[in-house]
């Protein structure tokens, strides 16, 4: 039988652990698109410490998505390689929660043209540009 002092811990840690949950666990939902322009295909594989999400090809104007839920860590990293014909294999990071939590709550989208890669700012509602 646990002490009562045992039991008010365990209770404190589902409390906490739960509110945690209630605030991190929204869903996302990722997207990076492709404007290269010229019927030009980019290459995509992105993945996180759990989930592996595969080679993707994607067309010209078309675009990747998927959706996560943040950890109750606020650790959560979904990070990509992506290349295409004219340009050598680039990796980033497509979901950071601490970068993106507040830059993108809930909609993380990406753009690739060929003058670089743009993300948008969910609280500007304007595309940034992010890497060369």
């Known amino acids: ?19 945690s949950r209630l605030v991190l666990s929204d869903d996302v939902h990722a997207s990076i698109k492709n404007r290269l ?20 090809d994607i067309a010209d104007g078309s675009e990747f998505g998927w959706d996560f839920s943040v950890n109750a860590w606020g650790t ?12 050598r294999r680039f990796h980033f990071d497509a979901y950071s929660f601490s970068r993106d939590h507040t830059r993108c709550e809930t909609q993380c989208s990406w753009l690739i043209s060929n003058e670089g890669m743009y993300g948008m700012n ?3 509602g304007f595309w940034e540009f992010m890497y060369d």
Do not use: I
């Not at 002490?3 to 409390?15: E, K, S, T």
């Not at 322009?37 to 993707?56: A, H, T, V």
């Open 1 to 19: 039988m646990l002490a009562p002092y045992q039991v008010g811990y365990h209770v404190v840690f589902l409390l906490v652990f739960s509110f």
């Open 37 to 56: 322009g010229n019927g030009e295909n980019l290459s995509l594989r992105c993945q996180s410490k759990e989930d592996d999400l595969g080679q993707q």
């Open 76 to 87: 959560t990293l979904f990070y990509c390689d992506v290349e295409w014909e004219n340009a």
């Open 122 to 124: 969910g609280q500007t």
